[in-house]
C-alpha cells in the first residue's frame, strides 16, 4: 500500500516563502495551507504602530484584529490567496475624531480592494492590451480569473499620461502645399 506524500511547512519553506511575499520587511508568515488548485499563506504585518488617519498621531494601542482574504500573483500553476490579518488601532489622541482606526499596508493593497497591489497592477497590463473579453480569458489562463467588466473597470481607473503643449513649430512649402512640423 502506498501513501501519498504529505506537505509540510517546516522553517525553510516558510523562510522562501518570506522572500516572495510583496514588501517581505513588514509582514510574517505565520501558516501555510496547500492545495491542488490554491496556496494560501497567513500574514499579519510587523510594524509596531500606525498613524491615525485623521490626526495623524502613531499609535501602538491595538484594539482588535480582523482577517482580510487578498488574491496575489500565481506562483507557478497554483494560485495564491493571503489570509492578511489586519488590526485596529485606538488613536493615542484623545482630541481625534476618530478613536479607532484600521492599519493600511498601502505596500500590500489597496482599502477595501480583494487583490494585491502587484496582482492589480498585472490585470491593468492585460487590460490594457487585450480589452475585456480576451483579457478575461489570458488572466484565467495566467491563474487570476477575473470579469470582462473588471478589466474594463481597471483600464478606465488607469491615470492618462500627461500631453505636453508643442514647444516649437516650423512651416514649409512646397509642391504639395503647405507643410507644419510640430516638436514637444
Known amino acids: 500500500m502506498t501513501t501519498e506524500p504529505t506537505f509540510v511547512a517546516d522553517a525553510q519553506l516558510l523562510a522562501l516563502f518570506r522572500h516572495l511575499l510583496p514588501e517581505r520587511a513588514t509582514l510574517h508568515c505565520t ?3 496547500y492545495t491542488d488548485q490554491q496556496i494560501t499563506l497567513s500574514l499579519i504585518a510587523t510594524t509596531p504602530t500606525s498613524s491615525c488617519r485623521s ?13 482580510r482574504t487578498l488574491a496575489d500573483l500565481p506562483w507557478g500553476d497554483q494560485r495564491v490567496c493571503y489570509r492578511l490579518t489586519v488590526r485596529r488601532f485606538r488613536c ?12 493600511r499596508l498601502a505596500h500590500v493593497t489597496q482599502p477595501f480592494a480583494r ?3 502587484r496582482a492589480g497592477a498585472e490585470l ?12 478575461a480569458r489570458r488572466s484565467r489562463q495566467q491563474r487570476l480569473p ?7 473597470r481597471l483600464i478606465r481607473a488607469t491615470p492618462q499620461p500627461a500631453i505636453g503643449s508643442p ?3 516650423a512651416s514649409t512649402s512646397g509642391p504639395g502645399g503647405v507643410v507644419t512640423t510640430m516638436a514637444r
Not at 146 to 152: H, I, M
Open 146 to 152: 477575473t470579469s470582462p467588466a473588471t478589466l474594463l
Open 124 to 135: 491593468r497590463a492585460i487590460g490594457l492590451a487585450l480589452g475585456g473579453n480576451a483579457g
Open 167 to 169: 514647444t516649437q513649430s
Open 31 to 33: 501558516d501555510l495551507t
Open 55 to 67: 490626526c495623524q498621531n502613531p499609535s501602538s494601542r491595538v484594539r482588535s484584529r480582523y482577517i
Open 115 to 117: 487583490r494585491t497591489t
Open 92 to 103: 493615542a489622541n484623545p482630541a481625534c475624531a476618530q478613536q479607532i482606526f484600521a492599519e
